[in-house]
């Protein structure tokens, strides 16, 4: 049984820095390697890929919006996955997803991959 638990959402001033964090379970008995990724979503908007990245290695993704400012990482003994946001606007004000496909590919782009999804943690900047 696949459990994502978010964490970590506050309200923040804009230029500020939060990190949100996901705690994972049973991912393991799902696939060797898969992906994760932070997914957004703020009222009257689709939900957007924000960042993801490839347990079996490689460089991990940013939709155009965040680079620079967002950093994606794994923490492999914890079962957790971070999103670390600094200079935040309050274009970044959304609910936090964290999400896990099957293990199937390893592009970890596609919104329809992922299956396993926590339940949100909300991130507001003012």
């Not at 820095?17 to 009222?43: E, N």
């Not at 935040?88 to 592009?107: K, N």
Request: proline residues 2%.
């Amino acid at each position: 049984h696949v459990q994502l638990v978010e964490s970590g959402g506050d309200s923040v001033q804009a230029g500020g820095s939060l990190r949100v964090a996901c705690r994972t379970k049973g991912l393991t008995s799902i696939a060797s390697r898969y992906c994760m990724a932070w997914f957004r979503q703020s009222p009257g908007k689709e939900r957007q890929l924000v960042a993801s990245i490839y347990t079996g290695g490689g460089a991990p993704y940013y939709t155009n919006s965040v680079k620079d400012r967002f950093t994606i990482s794994r923490d492999n003994n914890l079962n957790s996955l971070y999103l670390q946001m600094n200079s935040l606007t309050p274009e970044d004000t959304a609910i936090y997803y964290c999400a896990a496909d099957r293990g199937y590919t390893s592009s970890c782009r596609r919104t329809s991959d992922y299956v396993f999804w926590g339940r949100g943690t909300q991130v507001t900047v003012s």
